[in-house]
């Protein structure tokens, strides 16, 4: 049972929100994975949740908007359904991720931190994926996908268009 009356979240996310606040020597200290958890279930973060994890880590809600813009990987707007993550660190851009990343701002036809008219991709330029000896790579969702061309990144565009990727959820 949560600590929160009538969450937004899950009973089961509600219940781990509640533990990770207990495992942490100050409550704010549970903030990024609060809302790395929550965007996962959510899509995005939604004034709500920034609403409601202020409240269980018992800060203010600028200091949630705070710590919001300062991470990349947490997102204001919903994405796509696929979120596609092209890496451009050094490895990568040394290996053809700008390349990449031209490619697939063509092939979906949407630019950086865009969706897609029907909402299956969204598009981001990241910094690092942990990828570096198997450049150039990208992740969707949480899938890896390393030593891409843009041919094979072609032939994952469609295997996610036909819907044997990986949900966020």
Same mark, same amino acid.
């Given at each position: 049972? /949560? ?6 979240? /899950? ?16 409550? #704010? =200290? ?6 790395? $958890? ?7 973060? =939604?004034?709500?949740?920034? /609403?409601?994890?202020?409240? #269980? ?11 919001? =813009? $300062? ?10 359904? $696929? ?7 050094? /490895?990568?851009?040394? #290996?053809? !991720? ?10 979906? !036809? ?8 029907? !909402?299956?991709? =969204? ?19 949480? &899938? ?16 996610? #268009?036909?819907?044997?990727?990986? &949900?966020?959820?």
């Amino acid at each position: 049972m /949560s600590t929160i009356a009538n969450t937004i979240f /899950s009973p089961e996310l509600a219940a781990r929100f509640d533990h990770l606040v207990t495992i942490y020597p100050l409550r #704010r =200290s549970a903030l990024v994975p609060m809302l790395l $958890y929550a965007q996962d279930e959510i899509g995005y973060i =939604s004034d709500a949740v920034v /609403s409601e994890i202020a409240k #269980r880590i018992e800060i203010y809600e600028l200091d949630v908007r705070n710590v919001l =813009s $300062y991470y990349s990987m947490l997102r204001t707007v919903p994405a796509g359904k $696929y979120n596609v993550q092209v890496c451009t660190n050094i /490895s990568c851009m040394l #290996r053809g !991720g700008y390349e990449l990343l031209d490619h697939c701002k063509h092939k979906l !036809g949407i630019g950086h931190k865009e969706v897609t008219a029907d !909402g299956m991709f =969204s598009l981001e330029e990241v910094e690092c994926i942990g990828a570096c000896c198997w450049a150039p790579a990208i992740q969707i969702n949480y &899938d890896f996908h390393d030593e891409l061309t843009p041919d094979k990144a072609d032939v994952l565009f469609e295997m996610y #268009r036909a819907g044997q990727g990986k &949900d966020v959820k």
